[in-house]
């Protein structure tokens, strides 16, 4: 069902959070009357959700939510909603293009079309641009200048994932979050005290000012623990191993992880010694952590725990 007419921001984020409430799935029908559109606009919308990972189709022909995020668009928080679009903007190869073909014209018109051509959309360019438009000023990455004008925002100025995080305003929300992040599978076989409570721990803690450092060090222990927990039941000798780089050169060793997971792990044992360890004898003090860091960290550390449970368990392929 490919996205082929005009919708809105307001139309495609309304279909993405209601399908939510419809455990078995959702027909146009049911959207449009849900949130009294026409069947018309309710199919364009889903139609688009779906080009932007938010729903999918199941095997019933009924549109089901594919990505946690939906879950935030029943926020009452505008700011929550247009993160969640832009997070998912961000990666749709059309709007990439609409945007770089955009900067390179100055005519969205022109990019639009071009867009159009580059993906082999059957869409006119003026219901593409009109829709990726809309889209983009709801996100905030197009701000308007009046006149039909447009320019890009400042993304130098925000951080998609602070939003989120702000929308954790408890332990139970956070919770949630992280179990999201986790996955069905991982969420529900990890320690939760030696896991998910040191990630929640760490979400919370991210956007609060001057806890970048133990946002870090919790995520990172919930990592260790995770390694520690996995490494023994592969009968890996993980007590001994101490830190987190050293328990990853034994998952390497005996061949169960592969090396783009191994750098990732890497990557989250070096910012936790960094944020651990006090001064830094090749640099002669202590390493300062920004707050982005802290808030990009806590996500990282979820999506790492995500996929390499998900390798050890049969499911190769994901990072």
């Known amino acids: 069902m490919a996205w082929n007419a005009q919708t809105t921001a307001e139309h495609v984020l309304a279909v993405s959070e209601a399908v939510t409430v419809y455990p078995l799935g959702a027909t146009v029908a049911q959207m449009a009357a849900f949130i009294d559109i026409t069947p018309a606009q309710a199919e364009a919308a889903l139609e688009l959700a779906v080009e932007l990972t938010l729903l999918s189709v199941d095997a019933q022909g009924k549109y089901v939510t594919k990505s946690s995020l939906c879950r935030f668009l029943s926020s009452r928080d505008q700011a929550v909603k247009s993160t969640v679009l832009r997070v998912v903007l961000e990666t749709y190869p059309p709007f990439i293009s609409f945007r770089e073909r955009w900067l390179a014209t100055a005519d969205l018109a022109k990019a639009a079309n071009q867009s159009c051509q580059l993906h082999g959309l059957s869409l006119h360019r003026d219901a ?17 200048s009046g006149g039909g004008r447009y320019e890009l925002a400042d993304e130098t100025q ?162």
């Open 128 to 144: 593409m641009k009109e829709t990726l438009v809309s889209l983009a000023t709801f996100a905030g990455v197009f701000l308007t």
């Open 158 to 319: 925000t951080n998609p994932l602070a939003a989120m995080s702000q929308a954790c305003k408890d332990t139970a929300s956070a919770e949630q979050r992280v179990r999201m992040q986790l996955g069905p599978d991982a969420s529900q076989s990890v320690s939760k005290t030696e896991v998910i409570d040191p990630l929640v721990t760490a979400l919370l803690k991210c956007t609060q000012p001057n806890s970048a450092r133990d946002s870090v060090v919790a995520a990172s222990n919930a990592v260790e623990s995770f390694l520690f927990q996995e490494g023994k039941a592969k009968d890996l000798t993980v007590a001994t191993a101490h830190g987190i780089n050293a328990k990853l050169q034994l998952f390497k060793t005996a061949s169960l992880i592969p090396d783009k997971l191994l750098k990732v792990g890497g990557y989250i044992g070096h910012v936790r010694n960094a944020a651990d360890h006090g001064t830094d004898p090749e640099i002669g003090l202590a390493w300062s952590i920004q707050q982005n860091t802290g808030i990009e960290f806590a996500f990282i550390s979820c999506s790492f725990i995500s996929n390499l449970y998900a390798h050890l368990n049969g499911h190769p392929g994901t990072i």
